[in-house]
């Protein structure tokens, strides 16, 4: 048995499965309603994944200077653990500055990092300035110059540091002040929060992408569906051109056949067996009667009574000749 073809099959739906057409049309406009949703849920992600970019840079350029300290007090505590306690110590004073307080940040602001307190006399001011031009990248140096960068950023973003300490304290103690924070709470408080924004970047950025893919699927399978529904139209449009083209289809569409003067009306004939058909099922039974599969319904024999007057005429006739 020889399988149809897809257009072979298409043309048997047009004219002969009349809602299959609706069916693909009703489809087309579903998956265009679908490529539609996508494409305002990839605007959304897209949005979601700008802001999170934004809050993540922000963020990490605000407080910059914790990553240098970071690094730095890790060879320290090994190489110089007093001075790496003492620089955790001077941290923790920083960090439970109360910034949200003008005078507090400006005493900040103003005082100048002594981490051991060694430049608290005159001699012990000396004694550091020749330490760090005799070695200009000493570890004390090094420590104090990041501290002052991080008090930089301290004054310009009190609100950031406010709220990272804030996050940093204990739950139920959140909104207690006198909670002191740890330069390595604050630290880690950071690391989470940034790597929290980089996570829903990331997943923003996937969605995102998954949107753009099923909105180029939902498309081309609409205009699939589209396709499909034009293509049956156009074979039910030849169909009916066929009908009125082709004689056999006149013959069948109700002329009254004169020469044999039958008697019979065609066309009421036709009217009536169509009656209650939609226009795709009239359709289907006209191709039906044109290709000849059209089940044909035995009528009944009607007995016709012939005048006794006219008889006599017809055998007096064929005597005479």
């Known amino acids: 048995m020889v399988e149809m073809s897809h257009d072979e099959k298409l043309q048997k739906e047009a004219l002969f499965d009349f809602d299959k057409k609706d069916q693909y049309e009703d489809l087309a406009s579903y998956k265009q309603e679908q490529a539609q949703w996508a494409e305002k849920e990839a605007a959304h992600q897209k949005d979601r994944e700008a802001d999170y970019s934004k809050q993540y840079s922000q963020l990490k350029e605000a407080t910059s ?10 060879w320290v505590k090994k190489a110089d653990p007093k001075l790496a306690a003492q620089t955790e110590s001077y941290l923790a004073s920083m960090m439970n500055t ?3 307080m003008p ?4 005493r900040l602001s103003e005082k100048a990092v002594d981490i051991d307190g060694s430049k608290k006399s005159l001699w012990g001011k000396l004694k550091n ?3 760090n031009f005799l070695k200009p990248n000493n570890a004390k140096a090094t420590l104090e110059a990041q501290i002052g960068k991080l008090k930089e950023q301290m004054v310009a973003n009190p609100e950031t540091f406010e709220w990272l300490k804030q996050c ?3 739950e139920g103690k959140t909104y207690d002040n006198k909670e002191r924070v740890s330069f390595a709470q604050l630290t880690e408080t950071r690391g989470s929060i940034l790597q929290n924004y980089n996570h829903e970047r990331v997943s923003a950025m996937r969605a995102k992408e998954d949107a753009l893919k099923y909105q180029q699927t939902a498309l081309q399978d609409s205009q699939s569906y589209q396709s499909e529904a034009n293509k049956m139209q156009e074979f ?3 169909a009916a051109k066929e009908i009125e083209l082709r004689s056999e289809a006149r013959e069948t569409t109700g002329i009254k056949d004169i020469n044999a003067n039958t008697g019979v009306d065609r066309l009421a004939e036709k009217a009536k067996m169509m009656e209650g058909l939609t226009p795709q099922q009239r359709l ?3 191709m039906e009667q044109l290709r000849g599969t059209a089940k044909t319904e035995t009528k009944p024999v009607v007995k016709r009574e012939m005048d006794s007057n006219i008889m006599n005429k017809a055998l007096q006739g064929k005597q005479n000749a």
């Open 129 to 131: 300035k020749a330490k």
């Open 65 to 74: 200077a914790i990553d240098y300290i970071k690094s730095t007090l890790e």
């Open 98 to 100: 109360d910034l949200s």
């Open 284 to 286: 289907a039974y006209r």
């Open 168 to 170: 940093s304290r204990p």
């Open 236 to 238: 039910r449009d030849n």
């Open 103 to 106: 005078s507090a940040a400006k």
